[in-house]
């Protein structure tokens, strides 16, 4: 059973930053691509970053340069720096596998302006 466990959200004024951490489960992690994708209020639910077994990553072209996702194999954890964040960039955020998804509850952004 693949557990998804996304934290570090909150309300943050435009141009600040937040890190978002998901744990995974063990059994899933060490052989997995990982991804972050994010829904706005009314809108699907898109791909922002993907990270791959080798290390190697990209991005959404709406946070190429201001987002970095990392992953830590040894606490089967994967991260999501946000810098420079936009109202645009509000959305419930969630982690999971690449391609074959898997939801956990997400985690709240919300940037001001």
């Known amino acids: 059973q693949v557990q998804l466990v996304e934290s570090g959200g909150g309300l943050v004024q435009a141009g600040g930053s937040l890190r978002l951490s998901c744990a995974a489960s063990r059994s899933l992690f060490s052989s997995t691509i990982m991804a972050w994708y994010r829904q706005a209020p009314g809108k699907q639910r898109e791909l922002v970053a993907r990270i791959f077994t080798d290390g190697s990553t990209n991005y959404a072209a709406s946070v190429k340069g201001r987002f970095t996702i990392s992953r830590d194999n040894a606490q089967y954890t994967v991260y999501l720096q946000m810098n420079n964040l936009k109202p645009e960039d509000t959305a419930v955020y969630y982690c999971?596998?690449?391609?074959?998804?898997?939801w956990g509850q997400g985690t709240q952004v919300t940037v001001s302006s």
């Open positions: 999971s596998p690449w391609p074959n998804t898997r």
